[in-house]
């Protein structure tokens, strides 16, 4: 996986860009030696996103079938000052 630092990131700005996009090619960000955000392409993007809502999904579907009373969502999020 490529790593560039911020400060070459605002100066190589496009390249970058055009590594992810059109190279498929993550990039991660880097300050001060740390990691502290990644660039990835917007497939790469929505791929995660469909499999964060299938979890989601596999997730409230099983809280539904656990016993107990279910609890309308606008009810908890009062009780939680929502």
């Known amino acids: 996986m490529n790593t560039v630092t ?6 190589k700005l496009a390249e970058i ?3 992810v996009k ?3 090619e993550p990039v991660v960000l880097t300050r001060r030696g740390k990691e502290i955000a990644a660039l990835i392409s917007m497939e790469e993007l929505e791929l995660l996103q469909y499999i964060e ?3 989601d999904i596999e997730d409230a579907k099983k809280a539904l079938s656990e ?3 279910n609890i309308p969502a606008e009810k908890l999020w ?3 000052g929502l």
Do not use: C, M, Q, S
Request: hydrophobic fraction near 25%.
């Open 67 to 69: 016993p107990g009373e």
């Open 6 to 11: 911020t400060a070459e990131a605002r100066k």
């Open 22 to 24: 059109y190279g498929k």
């Open 17 to 19: 860009v055009n590594k």
């Open 53 to 55: 809502n299938r979890i």
């Open 78 to 80: 009062k009780e939680l």
